[in-house]
Nanobody
Framework: VQLQAFGGGLVQAGGSLRLSCAASGRSFSGYAVGWFRQAPGKERESVATISANGAGTYYADSGKGRLTISKDNAKNTAYLQMNSLKPEDTAVYYC???????????????WGQGTQVTVSS
């Protein structure tokens, strides 16, 4: 499955962005999806993940209450709604898909190219 992430951009602190992850090549319905981010000089970290059927979700503590992950299997697309953005949210955001719903990047086999999110103070 090929993934393409888009929707990043420059936003002021307190603003919102919605990231999208479009899948092609195979049906998205059998895959768990995760959003991960990597800031300069830091390791890639988990942001939020969702199970294949969308019934289960996980959020890193940094995003609880501000982020919502969702998945539309009919559209082969996953989303990450980000509200109340903070400067520390600045990073390249990646979406990934895998056969197992997990919270860590290593469990995901397919990766998109990343989209830059920059939050100004």
């Amino acid at each position: 499955v090929q993934l393409q992430a888009f929707g990043g951009g420059l936003v002021q602190a307190g603003g919102s962005l919605r990231l999208s992850c479009a899948a092609s090549g195979r049906s998205f319905s059998g895959y768990a999806v995760g959003w991960f981010r990597q800031a300069p000089g830091k390791e890639r970290e988990s942001v939020a993940t969702i199970s294949a059927n969308g019934a289960g979700t996980y959020y890193a503590d940094s995003g609880k209450g501000r982020l919502t992950i969702s998945k539309d299997n009919a559209k082969n697309t996953a989303y990450l709604q980000m509200n109340s953005l903070k400067p520390e949210d600045t990073a390249v955001y990646y979406c990934a898909a895998g056969m197992t719903w997990a919270t860590i990047p290593n469990e995901y086999n397919y990766w998109g190219q990343g989209t830059q999110v920059t939050v100004s103070s």
